[in-house]
């Protein structure tokens, strides 16, 4: 379960009126603010490993339509000898508002976790999340759904929790003024591609929605049905 007690301040406030003027930086206090996001649940919760924060575009690269909210990756930053993990937050998320950023974060902790302590919450290429996530997820704070696509990553953020980061969703709101425009892809005139099918061994296949639907295909190799591979949109 989630610690309990007064939220730690981690730095001063930040000066987000910058953001704002013309000749200011722009994106520097948003990162700054995700950041202390991050170190505000690092507070809470020693375990999560110290990251890179970075902000970018979660609709390119994506089936139409999708979204990446977030996204961790182990060890993808090096300096001298010491490798970070990576945590990406999605520029056409920061429209949900600071709550739901908040639990964005919370979400990519509780994959933190999991990999600090070495427990496989994933498969599908980290689309499917099994019941070990939902109980990660529990113990940094956030709720879960069970989704048929993504198993349980659709994610919200409960009073209690909302309440405990009350100063941390503040300064939040304040320093995320904007959002990114989604990338439209396609066109009039335009063919859809079907997207593949994966399994839980990350075999791909490709087959008509029609197909799909007329009765589950199951993996030789892992024994699990193919699904449509969709990128996590709601974590």
């Known amino acids: 379960m989630s610690e309990t007690g007064t939220q730690q301040h981690i730095t001063a406030p930040l000066d987000t009126a910058v953001s704002m003027q013309p000749d200011g930086p722009v994106s520097a206090p948003m990162v700054s603010a995700l950041e202390q996001g991050w170190a505000a649940i690092r507070a809470r919760h020693p375990e999560v490993p110290t990251a890179v924060v970075v902000l970018g575009a979660g609709s390119i690269g994506v089936p139409a339509g999708g979204l990446r ?57 980290g689309r499917w999340h099994n019941a070990r996530f939902k109980q990660l997820a529990t113990e940094v704070g956030i709720e879960t759904t069970e989704d048929p696509r993504i198993g349980w990553s659709p994610t919200s953020l409960p009073e209690a929790t909302r309440a405990d980061y009350a100063d941390t969703i503040t300064a939040l709101g304040a320093a995320l003024r904007m959002h990114r425009t989604a990338e439209v892809t396609g066109g009039q005139g335009s063919k859809t591609k079907t997207p593949p099918c994966v399994c839980d061994c990350g075999r791909r296949i490709r087959v008509a929605p029609t197909v799909l639907a007329a009765g589950p295909i199951t993996c ?13 949109d709601q974590p």
């Open 69 to 125: 909210l977030g996204h961790f990756a182990a060890m993808r930053w090096h300096h001298d000898t010491q490798q970070l993990p990576e945590v990406f937050v999605g520029g056409e998320g920061l429209d949900r508002g600071p709550g739901d950023v908040l639990a964005t974060l919370l979400h990519e902790a509780a994959h933190a976790l999991a990999d600090v302590r070495g427990i496989k919450d994933t498969s599908r290429q």
């Open 220 to 232: 030789g190799v892992c024994g699990t049905d193919f699904t449509p591979d969709e990128p996590e």
